[in-house]
């Protein structure tokens, strides 16, 4: 058995973060995660302007840098929204929407808190968990204790599988994300696709699912499309058929023959007081996504962040980790994500109700604020301005 300040279970977004606060603090840090790096996690890849400031903030870096080293490949300052064929908003953006392919993004963050002082273990799961006194043992057989543990790992953690946490509510609200990348070498040449495929910009839709919505995001190399909501337990099956009947509209072939991969997504199941015994949880493994657009990488990087930070507290002036981290939650993160689940229910209502002109009204309507809402620099509470 060995011992470290804290360990931290998943190198993804959350596990990174923490981990770079934590080492770069001079604590002793060990990230734990399943995959190889670099590897793939699904997702669109979009990063909102609140992402790029809690990205500063930890690792030191801005857009311009970020695009510089290759991490950022596409950046755009258009955006349009869509229900069906019918525009509902679009035009400029105040401030860029940035993307990221996840492979280079997440290795480039865990690469941070390595260089930080982190010791990181990849290839290796953690099977079991006990929070109570944050000890972990992997699939290989090896057994680590920390003072603290930091469960990372993503929507499907093991470790949160070990808090007793998984009730009919939190599975009932799991979300579920589709995507198909589109190479653009792929693309080259292929007639018949509708025009926001060949976009350098990205657009949103609703229409062709409940509860959701469904996406085009260009990248550098590929256009990435895909659909995220609610399943309320039907087969997976019936989402994917809001996806074929998406791609079909984007002129994509029957036979495309391209992957068509799935994840799981948390969409509006947070935890409300995700710390058990000795362990915290960040990111998607506590459910920490925002349920409007389904949000993550900025909430998983700063709820890491928060729960770093109550480590290097709890370790260097005796305070108690659950309390701080859940008074920092309780602060910035919690009123968020609860207005934004109160406006999405709002507008999926409206459009389901076949009530578009209240939701065009709205989203027309709204003009920058609508974008300073998506950047993070006003509340989903009311639109009020944020600090
Ligand atoms: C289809 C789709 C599209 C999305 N698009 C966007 C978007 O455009 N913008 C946005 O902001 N968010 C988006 N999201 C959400 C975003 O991807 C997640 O919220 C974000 O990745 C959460 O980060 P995380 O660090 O909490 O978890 P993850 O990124 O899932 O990282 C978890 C890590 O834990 C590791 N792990 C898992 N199990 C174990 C184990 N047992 N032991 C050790 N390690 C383990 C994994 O290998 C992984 O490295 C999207 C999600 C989906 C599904």
Request: proline share 4%; charged share 20%.
């Amino acid at each position: 058995m060995t011992g470290y300040d804290v360990i931290i279970a998943g190198g993804g977004p959350a596990g990174a973060a923490a981990a770079t606060v934590l080492a770069g603090a001079g604590v002793s840090v060990l990230v734990l995660d399943k995959a190889e790096f670099p590897r793939d996690k699904l997702c669109a890849g979009l990063l909102t302007w609140k992402t790029v400031q809690t990205l500063t903030r930890v690792f030191g870096e801005t857009a311009a840098s970020l695009q510089a080293l290759g991490v950022i490949n596409h950046a755009s300052d258009r955006y349009r929204i869509r229900h069906l064929h019918h525009e509902l908003s679009g035009g400029k953006l105040f401030y860029p929407f940035h993307f990221v392919e996840r492979r280079v993004f997440d290795a480039f963050c865990l690469e941070r808190a390595r260089a930080a002082g982190a010791e990181v273990r990849t290839g290796d799961a953690v099977a079991w968990a006990d929070v109570a006194t944050a000890t972990v043992r992997t699939a290989q057989g090896r057994e680590f204790t920390g003072r603290h543990l930091i469960g990372a790992d993503g929507a499907m953690s093991r470790v949160r599988a070990h808090c007793g946490v998984d009730t009919p509510r939190w599975r009932a609200e799991m979300g579920m994300g589709l995507e198909v990348y589109l190479p653009r070498s792929w693309l080259a040449g292929r007639t018949g696709l509708h025009e926001d495929v060949t976009a350098d910009f990205p657009t949103i839709y609703s229409g062709f699912i409940d509860a959701g919505y469904c996406w085009s995001f260009p990248h550098r190399d590929r256009v990435i499309v895909g659909i995220c909501g609610l399943y309320h337990g039907k087969p997976a099956r019936m989402i994917r058929d809001c996806l074929d009947e998406f791609l079909a509209f984007l002129g994509l072939p029957k036979d495309h023959g391209l992957p068509v991969r799935a994840h799981p997504l948390p969409y509006g199941n947070w935890l409300s007081r995700p710390s058990f015994g000795r362990t915290l949880l960040a990111g998607d493994a506590a459910g920490l996504v925002e349920p409007f657009f389904g949000e993550g990488i900025h909430y998983a990087l700063r709820t890491g962040e928060m729960a770093g930070r109550a480590c290097l507290a709890a370790i260097r002036q005796g305070v108690d980790p659950a309390a701080a981290y859940q008074a920092d939650l309780e602060r910035e993160i919690f009123p968020e994500l609860t207005w934004a689940k109160h406006l999405r229910n709002l507008l999926y209502w409206f459009m389901r109700s076949g009530m578009i002109l209240p939701v065009r009204a709205f989203l027309g309507g709204g003009g920058t604020k609508l974008q300073e809402l998506v950047h993070g620099m006003r509340s989903f509470r009311l639109l009020r301005k944020l600090r």
